[in-house]
């Protein structure tokens, strides 16, 4: 493989500043700086902040990972650059950084889909990706179920949240139950002690008529109130609040639909693989169920290490290679930022 | 010597090449939302009118503000990666110290910007002699138009054209040009500033002069009424 394209990958959508270095399907770096301290006391990511942190972030990142990789920066034969969605600020770091690398190197630039590269991840862990598959994207800012025929161009939204993302109900969660910001990992610890049937939360979409209209789609904000309407009349009761039981079932009314319509998904789309991506498929409780889902319907579950899974810069240089590997064109010096950008665009031209 | 100036602390992305004599070649682009899409262009394009290439340039130059956030990032994170990439220095100038080096005439006068949010970023500046380099002796500051202690002395800047009955009337230029600090950098390196303070070349860290806008969350809301 020592022939394979050396690509590096740049991501900065959000509060990681991401730097991976792959050759062909190889990772050989994957350095991250993370701003999420600097977020916690306010309970969310503040773009500015975020910027900022980028732009100290950037050039040190980049060596980092060279120096991991044990490559200079000379020897990178293609770059890829997250160009959206995001923050539109958080972006515009990374992409800047990106063309400049480009210009002083002398080497193509992809700028690339966010969520087409958390799905292209998991073929530096498990292999070539087989096509079709479903793959199931949950983070703080996405909540996406996709058909995926061809990861270098063609993957297609089946649904998405049309509210709050799963990431950011784990999140607002944790906040009403006074855990640490980001809540994610605190809820997947204090679950573990508590009954996932105690409180019987709403799921989202479920109902007949929602599947008609949204039977992909997500909703994660009427549990989210179901959750603290709860645990306010609790504290109006005057009890305690069971923090591990609210926990529990809360975290399994979220990982039942995800998993439910995933599994569906793959079922109804032929797709005999399920891809689970994005920050939430680092929770135990998901991974766990999925695994029962998928085995039971017959279908193979493919789910990459958790530091693979959240925000990296490994999986914009994993689609960055394919893009190469497959003799896509590079995308021009004027590339821009799309704060937006639909997933059906997996590169931008 | 091939010094290559960027800057992007205003409307305008504009970019230079020095060869330690005069400029060389020069671009600017007006368009105050585009900076992250113009920049890369305008630099391969700077090299390709001067015929110089990349690997020749010595010496990086940007433009460090202030300036709207955003925009200034796409300056700054350009020179950082490059001169990281190219193995050359990076070196900061203070984008208001860029446009006072093209205000003529002598005696004291100001440069403000636009700052956005009803207010701009200024600076102070006195130029002793014809062809003598400005000294910058107050600023930069963010402030309100009419907060801005004019005294008299002349304005020159998009600032003073955005608020004529504070800061007016508007002398130019009133954009930064990366020639200007192009000229400005490669004077400072060649070690032959004239003026009593020779204006001074800085780290590539941004002025920002602002704090992020955030607030810590308050109390939680209820949902129950
Ligand atoms: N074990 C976990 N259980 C549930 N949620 C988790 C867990 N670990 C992380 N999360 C959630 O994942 C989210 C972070 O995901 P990620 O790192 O992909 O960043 P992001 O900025 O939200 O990503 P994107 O830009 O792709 O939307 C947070 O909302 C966090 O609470």
Redesign the pocket.
Known sequence: MTDAPLVLGIES????TGVGVVRGSTLLADAVASSVDEHARFGG?IPEVASRAHLEAMVPTIERACATAGVRLTDVDALAVTSGP?LAGALTVGVAAAKALALALGVPLYGVN?LAA?VAVDILEHGPLPEPSVAL?A????SSLLFVTDVTADVRPLGQTIDD????A??KIARLLGLPF????H??RVAVDGDPAAVAFPRGLTARHDLERHRYDFSFSGLKTAVARWVERAEADGRTIPVADVAASFQEAVVDVLTRKAVAACVEHGAGHLLIG???A???R?RALAEQRCLAAGIRLRVPRPGL???NGAMVAALGAQLVARGRPPSALDLVVDSSLPVTTVRVG | MLLLALDTSGATVTAALHDGTSVIAERAVTNARRHAELLAPAIAAVLDDAGRDRTEITDIVVGVGPGPFTGLRVGVVTARVLGAALGVPVHGVCSLDGIAEDVSGTGDFLVATDARRREVYWAAYHRDADGAPPERRDGPHVSRPAEVPVAGRPVTGRGATLYPDDLGPAGEPFDVRAGALAALAARSLAGSGTAPTPVTLCSSEPMYLRRPDATPPGARKRVLT
């Open positions: 959508s959000c509060d990681e990511v995001g966010h958390h994207l983070s703080g800012g996405h993302a799963a990431g950011e784990f999140d980001p809540g994610g990992p809820v997947d994005g920050g939430v680092a929770n135990s998901l899974c959240t925000d």
